[in-house]
């Protein structure tokens, strides 16, 4: 008996002696002894970095998510850098105290304003209204070239002095006696009639809501209309936040002006102001879910471990870490894409993961050790499952570097380095705050986690067959569910619900019939001039049919301003024309009819109109507006086509059945001149084509990180058993997610790429912790092992969800369904973690035993020789 107790004496101190040799003691041993050094870093790096991590930006380019050369990506980049931006902006004003004419005052205040924008051009299909002449001059002329030629001869005639006071006497009637202002405007201006030449080009081009939508509001008496066109793309938040900040407060001058700053409500409607307010509601959300969750963090700790001590040692490293991880994002990935968002969660979860096994192997410790020696005691017996579990779930991100999609690479290296460096973070900091907080005497009672009673998890001991069965019956129940898993995105599902952009935008749809947010770009690419007039003059028809069909409500095209090639000859015999000015003006005065100076105007644009150049080349120079539309170079000619579908398609917010795509499929055989290419793009389209990308890339995901993960356990354990156990839980978690996401319909959005990879890293961790304590040499039997650990691992998997759970707080669909999603497959992995792992870790090791036995009985060969 003295024999013994001296052996173990002894192998005892031969092992105390070769673990404070280990690196990782000395590290815990020197991190203790300079505590005071380390804490007022810490406290210099904390104030430095609160006003430097108020830099941090969210961005939401939707291009960020799919390939770069993609051809509708690639047309789309192409399109924004050669033309500016596509989708339109608008400005809703209403009110219910003031009268029509006084809220169409006020908006012609606003639009003069908004005209000394250098990023906004106004939209009018009113060519005789706009404020630049040459414009309007350029819009009339095409209008009446791309006609038939009499359209253009008939304008002619109606300029001679002869003529004049007809066309007057004509339009006086309708002055006398408006059925409403606004038309009294049209007619009173347009006193010759040119209006009415090119109203047929006109509603070839422009359906009748899109004439209403952009030129005179909706039908609403007391609701009006400004039709814009920023330069900036409606994907870059931090420019749609500077745009909309600026059009607010040019929106309120002039309402203070005019003072009806409280009798006009003003709103802003399309992706540009969703984008801006879908921002601002994610900046906001994200402070409110990052106090919310640090909050319910805490209240966790404090009911697991009941002492303030152990509560801090856990959160003060975890909360260093997320400093340093939010300095290291806001230095190197600045903006970080509202996707990428996700990552705090998963590093809270997983940081607090860490701090709570080594304080609950500290505490244990410290019933037989110095605080000083307990610390380094502890970093040396937890380095090796916490080391797997961290660099496992490291490895299932890294293969979001597999997608090759710049927002999916920066989440999976963001999280990946998160975790490293909350790994790192919190074995130099974890022996520091031992010693602040820790008395040297060490401190009273057990360390047990008080999250749920010890019989719980004795249950699962005791009854591992039938909790076997359990786990097998429901991954039998949650199959068939998951095989309906369908990936089906809709255009809300990238903005924060509830804005007012989005209701206004909705509400300007369904006045007018036109699906805002699902405009779109035709690209046509042609080799010279003369092949892009002729493929446009084929397209124009063909997108002219759709509008009469009632499938588009307008296009934007350059022939608004270029004159087709076979019409250029009719116009060079009308130079010589000139307007006798004394004769319109002195019919005017005949006539009594007022506005001398918009009549200047009005003269100032039909001369030019007969002046004008029809040249395309001259024309892109003269004419600022036509260059979103053109590019004409030596060597190629691109033109670009907007259309506006119709909301004629109930399920036009549908990724699956866009406009778009429904014209990209018809221009395919589209035949066109030699040379000439046509390319479908926009947002809506790219949006679609994010969809595709979701659906495809899920599963080969899946598979990538399912591999990196095997690869990184079996480099901790050594053994291919230990590394097919580990993955048990993750293959009925997966199941068990997907068929909750089709039971409670919750949205798939482009995060679903990263739902595998997040719960085969996360998921993985309990078992790992749960495999590395049974197995041998220092193995302790499964009943031990889930009295001692069912606790943490139960603890830290409650911290995970938490994180995830408080994602559900934001109203952005993309955050909300990562947050349920995932808080789903935590919650599922450690279920089967209990559930199954325990049966099948006891029938391994019975096999083991068996197998040692056999090989034990067979008897040696025997020696020859």
């Known amino acids: 008996m003295g024999i013994n107790s001296t052996e173990q004496l002894r192998d005892n101190a031969s092992q105390d002696h070769r673990t404070k040799g280990n690196r990782l003691y000395r590290l815990a041993v020197l991190s203790y002894d300079h505590a005071q050094l380390i804490l007022v870093a810490v406290s210099i790096l904390m104030v430095l970095s609160l006003p430097w991590i108020r830099g941090l930006r969210i961005d939401a380019d939707f291009s960020r998510l799919i390939d770069t050369d993609d ?48 990023d906004l051009s106004l939209l009018s299909n009113q060519f005789l209204h706009t404020g630049n002449p040459d414009v309007a001059a350029a819009q009339l002329k095409a209008a009446l070239l791309n006609q038939e030629p009499s359209a253009y001869r008939a304008f002619l005639s109606r300029l001679h002095p002869a003529n004049m006071e007809r066309q007057i006497h004509s339009s006086r009637l309708k002055l006398v006696s408006p059925v409403s202002p606004e038309p009294r405007e049209v007619v009173g201006i347009d006193v010759l009639g040119v209006f009415a030449l090119v109203r047929p080009y006109l509603e070839a081009r422009v359906g009748k809501a899109a004439q209403v939508l952009l030129d005179q509001g909706t039908t609403q008496s007391d609701l009006s209309l400004i039709a814009l066109k920023p330069r900036g793309s409606a994907e870059d938040s931090h420019y749609c936040l500077d745009l909309m900040s600026r059009l607010e407060t040019v929106c309120a001058h002039t309402a203070r002006d005019m003072g009806i700053q409280d009798q006009v409500n003003i709103q802003f409607a399309g992706l540009h102001a969703m984008t801006a307010q879908s921002t601002q509601v994610l900046q906001r959300e994200m402070i409110q879910i990052t106090l919310l969750a640090t909050g319910l963090l805490l209240l966790l700790l404090w009911v697991a471990l009941r002492r303030i001590p152990l509560v801090l040692i856990c959160f003060l490293p975890l909360l260093v870490s997320m400093v340093v991880l939010l300095d290291i994002a806001r230095a190197v990935f600045n903006p970080i894409y509202f996707i990428t968002i996700g990552f705090v969660a998963i590093v809270l979860g997983l940081g607090l993961d860490v701090a709570v096994h080594l304080t609950g192997r500290l505490v244990r410790s410290l019933e037989s050790h110095t605080p000083r020696e307990a610390v380094g005691l502890t970093l040396c017996t937890c380095a090796r499952p916490l080391l797997a579990g961290i660099l496992s779930t490291a490895a299932a991100f890294l293969a979001l570097f597999f997608t090759a999609k710049e927002a999916l690479i920066q989440f ?134 759709k509008v009469r069909a009632g499938e588009l409500v307008l296009f934007e095209t350059p022939s608004n301003f270029l004159p087709y090639e076979s019409t250029i000859e009719d116009s060079n015999a009308s130079t010589d024309v000139t307007i006798d000015r004394a004769t319109f003006f002195l019919l005017l005065k005949h006539y009594k009819i007022k506005s001398r100076e918009e009549h200047h105007r009005y003269l100032d644009i039909l001369e030019r109109v007969v002046s004008l150049p029809t040249d395309p080349r001259e024309l892109s120079r003269l004419l600022p507006e036509a260059n979103r539309l053109m590019e004409i170079s030596e060597n190629r000619v691109r033109f670009q086509i907007t259309l506006w579908p119709s909301t004629n398609n109930a399920d036009h917010g549908s990724f699956s059945n866009l406009p778009a795509q429904a014209v990209d499929r018809e221009l395919a055989n589209f035949a066109l001149p030699p040379g000439t290419e046509v390319t479908v793009a926009g947002t809506a389209h790219i949006l679609a084509t994010i969809q595709q ?173």
Request: glycine share 6%; proline share 6%; aromatic share 10%.
């Open 693 to 865: 990308m979701v659906k495809s890339l899920f599963f080969k995901i899946a598979w990538i990180s399912l591999i990196l993960v095997l690869g990184t356990v079996w480099l901790c354990f050594r053994s291919f058993s230990a590394t097919i156990l580990s993955f048990v839980p993750v293959v009925g978690a997966l199941p068990a997610m997907m068929a909750a996401i089709v039971f409670l319909k919750i949205p798939v959005t482009p995060t679903a790429i990263a739902f595998a990879a997040i719960v085969v890293g996360v998921g993985i961790d309990d078992a790992v912790h749960l495999i590395s304590q049974t197995r041998p040499p220092n193995g302790a039997p499964i009943p031990e092992v889930l009295d001692e650990i069912g606790p943490a691992i139960t603890l830290t998997t409650a911290s995970t969800a938490i994180g995830f759970a408080c994602l559900m707080w934001s109203s952005h669909p993309v955050v909300n369904s990562l947050g349920q999603s995932i808080f789903i497959g935590v919650l599922a992995c450690w279920a089967f973690t209990l559930l199954l792992l325990p049966l099948l870790l006891r029938w391994g090791a019975t096999a083991k035993i068996k197998t040692i036995r056999w090989i034990k009985s067979v008897p040696p060969a025997p020696r020859i020789g």
């Open 412 to 545: 999976g290296l963001l999280t990946s380095i998160g975790l490293v460096v909350t790994l790192v973070t919190t074995y130099v900091l974890f022996p520091a705050f031992v010693r602040i907080l820790i008395p040297t005497d060490g401190i009273k009672g057990t360390g047990t986690i008080h999250l749920l009673p010890s019989e719980f998890f004795s249950f699962f001991s005791r009854h591992q067959r039938w909790c076997f069965v359990a786990g097998v019956v429901a991954l039998g129940v949650c199959v068939p569910w998951a095989m309906r898993f369908q990936f089906h995105m809709d255009l809300s599902d990238f903005f924060a619900q509830d804005l007012p952009a989005l209701d206004a935008t909705q509400e300007i749809e369904t006045q007018s019939a036109t699906a805002l947010t699902s405009t779109f770009q035709v690209h046509l690419d042609a080799p010279d001039l003369d092949s892009a007039s002729e493929a446009l003059k084929k397209l124009d028809l063909f997108f002219a049919d």
């Open 71 to 118: 051809p509708s990506s690639a047309a789309f980049a192409q399109g924004k850098s050669c033309f500016g931006e596509s989708n339109p902006l608008f400005i809703t004003l209403t009110s219910k105290a003031l009268d029509r004419e006084l809220l169409h005052a006020f908006r012609e205040r606003l639009r003069e304003h908004l005209g000394t924008f250098d």
